[in-house]
């Protein structure tokens, strides 16, 4: 007969569940817990659980996920059934979701006031600025009255996003009126609701980012790394884009995690340990400048490249943080070397499968995640998370990471063309 004292803990999961062992991730002393599965619907998820009868205690899968709520009354009415002690979810789409949910429940973890901090880029940055730190003009956008007088003062250039966006998704610069002109009429913007938009001025300038775990206000650990170019310009003209993590301990390491630390503290403190991911922009002679930062872990092969560099994985641990298990420090099992990793965003066309070896040396891996002789019946990406190859990346130094990095952008376009 089954205890009814075992924890039962709700998982909001938008992710593959093959990657992501929540219940071997959430078991503790106490033994396994009881977990209620709320999925995204599709057939790699139903495969998964197909495969792995009776792993979760109860399963429910939904389709559209970001945008059905039905997700929210389905917990409740799990918690009504029997009490939930903790929610766990570990996607961009569902920070605030999850924190509602624990705040209607009276459940430790996350709540809606620092949810929305991370999540609303105007609060974010309003907050950053007050406690000091640099970041780049902005202004909230309800009309696109706002759009022209804020290009009018800041003729270099502008960027306008939603203010809950993620992945590069929506974000368009803007540099002339007619291309002003050009975006409100393919934004279609509705002339009597806000715009859920914000604008802010261009920075041409290199772009870092700073991935770790914080808890209560605080950085826990962190590794610092630098962009080859922005997201949004890899999109745009669909071209790579690498991250490159930076020499332990140098300047710019020291320089950017400390900001990372700066910016986690001007933020309302989220209870229990969580991922973070915070990208800077840092012109050359000036200081770092918070573009944005995210309460979860960041995209792309992040997650592999801080598990390789500080034995770390940032996944397992929010889940274990936001299900209330106790941070047991970092491990030792790091290497200390540097990693990274080069994505190639969806083009929009054919190309030709690669070799299965990579020649370049520190390349770990390259992985082709979709069949790319299908990809000529497909848009171009309009994400981050829209791409078709990529690969991990190694080296002893920064500096040898970069010609790892240009190895193998050469050899996989040279290889994939068709």
Request: hydrophobic fraction near 40%.
């Given at each position: 007969m089954e205890m009814t004292t075992r924890r039962r803990i709700a998982v909001l999961s938008k992710k593959s569940l093959a990657d992501h062992d929540y219940p071997g991730w959430l078991a503790s002393a106490d033994g396994r817990p009881q977990i209620v599965l709320f999925?995204?619907?599709?057939?790699?998820?139903?495969?998964?659980?197909?495969?792995?009868?009776?792993?979760?205690?109860?399963?429910?899968?939904?389709?559209?996920?970001?945008?059905?709520?039905?997700?929210?009354?389905?917990?409740?009415?799990?918690?009504?059934?029997?009490?939930?002690?903790?929610?766990?979810?570990?996607s961009e789409c569902d920070v605030v979701r999850a924190a509602q949910l624990r705040d209607r429940l009276g459940l430790r973890g996350p709540g809606p006031r620092a949810a929305r901090a991370y999540r609303d880029k105007l609060q974010m940055k309003t907050l950053a600025r007050r406690a000091g730190i640099a970041v780049p003009?902005?202004?909230?956008?309800?009309?696109?009255?706002?759009?022209?007088?804020?290009?009018?003062?800041?003729?270099?250039?502008?960027?306008?996003?939603?203010?809950?966006?993620?992945?590069?998704?929506?974000?368009?610069?803007?540099?002339?009126?007619?291309?002003?002109?050009?975006?409100?009429?393919?934004r279609n913007l509705s002339g009597d609701d806000t715009a859920g938009l914000m604008v802010e001025e261009y920075v041409d300038a290199p772009m870092f980012c700073v991935d770790g775990l914080a808890r209560e206000g605080r950085v826990l650990l962190a590794v610092a790394s630098r962009y080859t170019r922005t997201p949004l310009s890899s999109l745009s003209e669909v071209e790579p884009l690498g991250l490159l993590t930076l020499d332990r301990g140098s300047r710019a390491d020291l320089v950017l995690q400390q900001t990372a630390r700066r910016v986690v503290a001007a933020l309302p403190p989220m209870n229990g340990v969580h991922s973070f991911h915070c990208e800077l922009f840092w012109p050359r002679g000036g200081q770092p400048l918070l573009c944005e930062i995210a309460a979860r872990t960041?995209?792309?092969?992040?997650?592999?490249?801080?598990?390789?560099?500080?034995?770390?994985?940032?996944?397992?641990?929010?889940?274990?943080?936001?299900?209330?298990?106790?941070?047991?420090?970092?491990?030792?099992?790091?290497?200390?070397?540097?990693?990274?990793?080069?994505?190639?965003?969806?083009?929009?066309?054919?190309?030709k499968p690669l070799p299965r070896?990579?020649?370049?040396?520190?390349?770990?891996?390259?992985?082709?995640?979709?069949?790319?002789?299908?990809?000529?019946?497909?848009?171009?990406?309009?994400?981050?998370s829209e791409y078709v190859i990529d690969a991990t990346l190694t080296a002893g130094t920064h500096s040898e990471l970069s010609a790892v990095h240009a190895g193998a952008v050469t050899w996989i376009q040279q290889e994939s063309a068709w």
């Open positions: 999925a995204e619907d599709s057939d790699a998820t139903r495969a998964h659980l197909a495969e792995r009868p009776g792993v979760y205690h109860r399963h429910r899968l939904f389709g559209n996920w970001k945008g059905n709520r039905a997700v929210d009354e389905a917990v409740l009415a799990a918690h009504a059934e029997q009490p939930i002690d903790s929610v766990v979810a570990l003009e902005f202004a909230a956008v309800d009309s696109v009255l706002d759009l022209d007088d804020f290009l009018a003062a800041h003729p270099a250039g502008i960027v306008v996003k939603p203010v809950d966006g993620a992945g590069a998704a929506e974000v368009r610069t803007v540099t002339s009126r007619d291309e002003l002109d050009r975006w409100a009429r393919m960041g995209g792309g092969k992040i997650r592999w490249m801080v598990d390789h560099v500080l034995g770390v994985d940032l996944e397992a641990e929010a889940a274990k943080g936001q299900a209330g298990l106790p941070w047991t420090g970092a491990p030792s099992s790091g290497t200390g070397s540097v990693a990274g990793f080069v994505l190639f965003p969806r083009p929009g066309r054919r190309l070896v990579c020649p370049v040396p520190g390349v770990v891996e390259v992985h082709e995640r979709v069949d790319l002789s299908e990809t000529e019946e497909r848009s171009a990406a309009h994400k981050s």
